[in-house]
């Protein structure tokens, strides 16, 4: 999202034409919004959510890319017990799109 979002602790309000169709481009797939589902409760491992989700790792990385680039997820690494393992976590636990243009 643009840096003209207001983002206030967990709140993620949008609402430049731009940034709510990019928002709403993140959340139109099914699997999307599964993945944010389950990372809104603890952060998740790539492997975590294929398993949970009964998708490839490979599949589950591309959905999580595309949530991380519309700024609803962060990933970090941790050391695992095979080296090191990526974890997703949901950024915000509420997101609002504002339909009427910010006043300055």
């Known amino acids: 999202m643009s840096c003209e979002d207001k983002r206030t602790g967990e709140l993620l309000v949008v609402y430049e034409p731009e940034d709510i169709l990019k928002l709403a481009e993140a959340l139109s797939s099914l699997t999307r919004l599964n993945i944010l ?3 809104s409760e603890e952060p998740r ?4 959510l294929g398993e949970a989700l009964l998708m490839t790792k490979g599949n ?3 959905q999580v890319s595309a949530l991380e680039a519309a700024g609803l997820v962060e990933t970090f690494y941790l050391a695992g017990r095979k080296g090191v393992k990526k974890l997703v976590k949901a950024k915000y636990s509420t997101v ?3 339909l009427q ?3 300055k």
């Open 45 to 48: 491992s790539i492997s975590e």
């Open 37 to 39: 589902a389950l990372v």
């Open 96 to 98: 609002m799109i504002k």
């Open 60 to 62: 589950v990385s591309s």
């Open 101 to 103: 243009p910010q006043r």
